[in-house]
Each structure stands twice: as structure tokens, then as C-alpha cells.
């Protein structure tokens, strides 16, 4: 009972709290106000512990559209929404408060970007097979280009800073550090490649087509978008161990997409048996280390090379003839 009254108690001046300041925030600015100040905290709690935007809308299970607008203070906060996000940052609710938000906070840099856009699961069942343009803000591309030219140990704030055509203190107000953007940049990469994985996977009629597909995207993927695919394939050293965990198990997942198809197939006698999770293994290898090589101008297209790796995969996992 002593600690039911506890929670409650926790609880109620909790409200209490944000009822104090958000009521200090209406009678300075309006509602209007302080949605914009409550939504800009969010964005500076959510910056501050490197997570992107559809990283943290992930977390919520919310659209990273709907994040967008409460940050941008076109949708107001509950208390218990507040709560969740604040769970989700592993601050409290009062941290989020108290950090103060200043008026001229963009005098020094350009207006603010709209926050990198990739192809969701529900978008591109349809269209897997179709890359258009990086969807990156300027300060992003920037990074990207940097870390490709010099690596990300050599690359600094400044030299970004420069190729966004941005101040120092610019940049900081898009990304807090360095290691942001690095995970900004494989997250981003990340939610394309699963979601155009799983689109591709689902189109198939059986597990060998289903492995072919993957197979397929794998290779498509590694040609159209192979900056973002060097990136992630050299840089998995400069991540903090958080971070590298994080991007580790997402590169397992789509592993493991490609090892359910094989065990399938393996099991109903149309793949070898003989080391098939290896030869998976090396098969996803032989797509992702595409970056290394292929180029745009060489002698043959993203189309021509995910066909020609699609028949090597298969050569590889089907049973030999017999002698």
C-alpha cells in the first residue's frame, strides 16, 4: 500500500510540474507557443542523445511525420505522450523541461533542412527495384561525402561544415557531433535496405524464389546505393559500442532473412545440406562487398550484375549432379 501511495504521489507531481510550466509557457506566448518551445525541447532531448528522428518515432511506434509535427510544435504533447518520449531518451520528464530553448538559436546558420526521407515498408513493395536521388539534408550529404574523400577519423566538423556551406555552430544545431551523423547515415541506410528486403522477400512464390529476390535487392542495393554501402562496411570500427551494437543487429536481421530462405529450401531437398549457413554467409558477403569494386561507368549496370550474382548464389547452393 506504502508504495502504491508512492507511485501516486510521484505521479501527481509529475502533472503537477509540467501543469506549472506549461502554464507558464501559454500565459508568456500562448498555446500556440508553447507547443512550438514544448516541441523544440523534445527535438533538442532527442539531438542530444543522437538518436534520428525515425529512430526515436520507432521507439514511440509513431510516424516519423507525426514526431516531426509535435517537434516542430504543429501538435500538441499529453502528459503521458511526454512521459513515453522521455522513457524513450532515458531522461525524465523535468530534464526535457528545463532545457532552455533561445529565440536566436538560427541566427547563424541556414533554415533548417526537412529531416532525411527514405522509402518506408508500406511504400515500396512496388518499387524495390527503383532508386531515385539520396534523400539527405545538405548537412548529411555533407558528412557522407567527407567521410567517403578522408574516412570518418579524419574527417571534422569544420571540413563538414564547409562542404554544407554551413557555420561550425551551424552544423551543432543539426547534429550534436560527429558520431551522430555516422549514425544518422547507416540508419537511414539501414531502414531502406530492410524495407526494400522485406518487399522483395514477400514477392516471392517459394523459398528459392524468395532467396533469388534477396539475393537480388542485396546486389541492386550495393550497386545503386554503394557510398552508403562503403560507408557502412569500413566504418563499423569508429562506432561507440552502443552504436555498434545497434547496427550489428540490424546486419543480422537481414542475414537472417537470407538464412530462413536457405534452411527452407535445404529442407525441402532443393539446396544443398552441406554448410548452408556458410555458404549463405558468404554469399551475402559477395553482395556487400560489391562497394569495393563496382562503378558506375564500368562495363555493366546495377541490373546486369544483380542477375549475374543471383546465378552464382544459386550455382553455390544447389545440390551437385551426380557423378
Known sequence: MQAFVTVCTACLELLNSVDRRMGRMTTTGGRGAADATLGAQVRSARTSRGLSL???????????????????????????????????????VPQILDIVITPDATLDQAPPAPEPRLPGPAEVPTRWREYGPLDFDPVLRAALDEFLAIGYHGATVRGIAARAGLSVSGIYHYYASKQQMLVSILDHTMTDLLARAGAAQ????????????????????????????????????????DNRQKIAELRITQQRMVDHEVEEAVRQGRFRNDHPHEAARAVVTMCTALPTWWRPDGPYSPEQIAQQYVDFALDLMRPRPEQ
Open 54 to 92: 525515425r529512430s526515436l518515432a520507432r521507439a514511440l511506434r509513431v510516424s516519423p511525420a507525426t514526431l516531426s509535427q509535435i517537434e516542430n510544435g504543429r501538435t500538441g504533447l499529453s502528459v503521458s505522450r511526454l512521459s513515453q518520449i522521455a522513457d524513450a531518451l532515458e531522461l525524465t
Open 202 to 241: 514477400a514477392e516471392g512464390r517459394d523459398a528459392v524464389e524468395r532467396f533469388s529476390l534477396l539475393i537480388e535487392h542485396l546486389a541492386l542495393f550495393h550497386t545503386h546505393r554503394r557510398e552508403l554501402g562503403f560507408v557502412g562496411a569500413s566504418e563499423m570500427r569508429s562506432f561507440d559500442a
